[in-house]
């Protein structure tokens, strides 16, 4: 009997990181592939799906690549020909690999939308013999259209497995200490690199529609959480809360950071720091959409200084929290 058993692993501990997600390239197709997962996702877009996919397919994909390839192109990583996001992503699993990883504890990474899938990296670990699964989205504070569509595709995985392993997913973390200390630390390492001193700090989040927090999303309040947070534990220079990255005609949160940064050099604030702390690793939204148009725009209405303080990335602080979250679950 034993020898027509198969040869199954077993009695190992799989911790699967879990970011956004990116395109393979900055090439057209590669680009529309990406943007019709994304955009396709009942829970990013909640409107009548029969009407979107009609105005996604024949209007969104045809002109929308173009210009988000334009965004990708400046900030993709040359050498290495990836985007900054899966390169840090990559990096922070390696690292965390190596604070927890053994022999019976395999670290991995993949991405909501586009590759490595979740599908995949899921399938690899219960082949390796995992038995136990821990999920750790990486988004600190949570939302419908960020944590809850990660928990979707993971079930929707598991759903095809024979043989599941058992699995824990790893909450928000707005308001974990090490996660606070990691962003006041990563304010004070940008103002040592500075000749200059900022009127106000900006706390940029990625927005959400107004009506999705009016039918009781979260994500809003996290935010205003963490902000708070901040400004307790870093006292110094003011920060202010804000919210990127809207899309289509209808209200988002408030206020927007691109209004944000237009109108405040007509108050008075001509130094600028702004800080990302929604966003795991730097992308396209910090470094084009903040570092680059923001900047542009913030300076253009006559601001003076302008900078970015770095994403977390793959920082020692950072990784220190992400081995205090997972090993509560280990």
Not at 30 to 44: A, N, P
Not at 57 to 76: C, D, E, G, Q, V
Not at 175 to 182: C, D
């Amino acid at each position: 009997m034993k020898e027509n058993h198969p040869d199954i692993k077993f009695g190992k501990t799989g911790v699967l990181i879990v970011n956004l997600g990116t395109p393979d390239s900055t090439s057209w197709w590669d680009i529309r592939k990406y943007l019709k997962e994304f955009l396709s996702d009942r829970r990013v877009i909640e409107v009548n799906p029969l009407l979107w996919q009609v105005i996604l397919n024949l209007f969104i994909l045809t002109f929308r690549p173009s210009k988000t390839a334009h965004a990708y192109k400046k900030i993709w990583l040359k050498d290495s020909n990836e985007s900054p996001l899966l390169y840090f992503t990559r990096s922070q699993a390696s690292k965390l690999k190596d604070r927890i990883g053994n022999e019976k504890i395999i670290v991995d990474f993949a991405m909501r939308y586009g590759n490595p899938s979740i599908k995949t990296k899921l399938n690899s670990l219960q082949k390796l013999g995992c038995e136990n699964i821990i999920i750790l989205p990486l988004y600190p504070q949570y939302a419908s259209a960020t944590t809850a569509t990660v928990c979707d595709e993971v079930y929707r995985s598991l759903m095809k497995m024979r043989w599941q392993p058992s699995l824990q997913i790893v909450p928000h973390y707005e308001s974990e200490p090490l996660y606070i200390n990691a962003l006041t630390n990563s304010i004070e390492r940008k103002l040592k690199s500075i000749n200059w001193k900022p009127d106000l700090i900006i706390s940029s989040y990625h927005g959400i529609p107004k009506n999705y927090f009016d039918k009781g999303d979260p994500y809003h309040c996290y935010c205003q959480k963490t902000t708070r947070l901040m400004k307790e534990k870093y006292t110094k220079i003011e920060i202010q809360t804000t919210f990127q990255s809207r899309f289509g005609p209808q209200e988002w949160l408030k206020p927007y950071t691109d209004k944000t940064l237009e109108d405040l050099p007509s108050k008075g604030i001509k130094n600028l720091l702004v800080i990302c702390p929604g966003f795991a690793s730097d992308c396209v939204e910090t470094l084009e959409e903040i570092n680059i148009q923001g900047r542009e725009s913030f300076l253009n209405k006559g601001g003076k200084n302008f900078d970015l303080i770095p994403c977390l990335n793959d920082d020692s602080d950072h990784i220190d929290l992400f081995e205090k979250l997972v090993k509560k679950y280990l």
